[in-house]
Structure formats: C-alpha cells, structure tokens
Nanobody, 116 residues
C-alpha cells in the first residue's frame, strides 16, 4: 500500500512563503513522477508543478517563477517551495505519485491559506 503524507500547509500573508513536503512510504518514489495539484473552493483541481524521477521539472504558468519543486530521493520526499504567495494561491494542495497507467496515488491534501 503506497501512502503519501503531506505537511507544511498553513496560513501566511500575501508575499510570504511556505514549503510543502510529501513523503512516500515505499520504493515507488524513486521511479515515479511526483506532482503537485491544488483545489480551491468551488473550483476544479488544477495542476501546479511536476518533477520526474530524473529531476526534470515543469510548472503551471500561474506559479512559474514563484514556486519550485525538488526531491530528496534519500528521504523519499518531494518539496514545493512557494514564494511570493498571493491570495489566489489559497487552496488545498495535493501530492501525486504516478508511474505508468496502473500506479497513481494521492496524498490527503494540506490547506494553504494566503491572506491579503
């Protein structure tokens, strides 16, 4: 059973920073593409950032230049460093681990609230 445990959410003022963490419980971390998604109230879940098993990263246009994702394979952990936060970044942030079509796992989500 693959588990993804997220942490690091909270309340921050606009312009501030937060770092989210997502730790995978099994070997899948080293071979999976790790992604971050978010879901704001009343909106659909949207893609935020991604890092492949070999370290290639990509970002949604809305966060490019402000968010950075990186992974520590020794700790089975992926991070999302969020700087220059805006109120529109307020959402529940989810971690995803994906390998092929059959292996697709989600974390429980962590709340990020940015006050204006």
């Amino acid at each position: 059973q693959v588990q993804l445990v997220e942490s690091g959410g909270g309340l921050v003022q606009a312009g501030g920073s937060l770092r989210l963490s997502c730790t995978a419980s099994t070997y899948i971390f080293n071979v999976a593409t790790m992604s971050w998604y978010r879901q704001a109230p009343g909106k659909q879940r949207e893609y935020v950032a991604r890092i492949t098993s070999n370290g290639f990263t990509s970002y949604a246009d809305s966060v490019k230049g402000r968010f950075t994702t990186f992974r520590d394979n020794a700790k089975n952990t992926v991070y999302l460093q969020m700087n220059s936060l805006k109120p529109e970044d307020t959402a529940v942030y989810y971690c995803n681990a994906k390998r092929g079509l059959a292996q697709d796992y989600w974390g429980q989500g962590t709340q990020v609230t940015v006050s204006s």
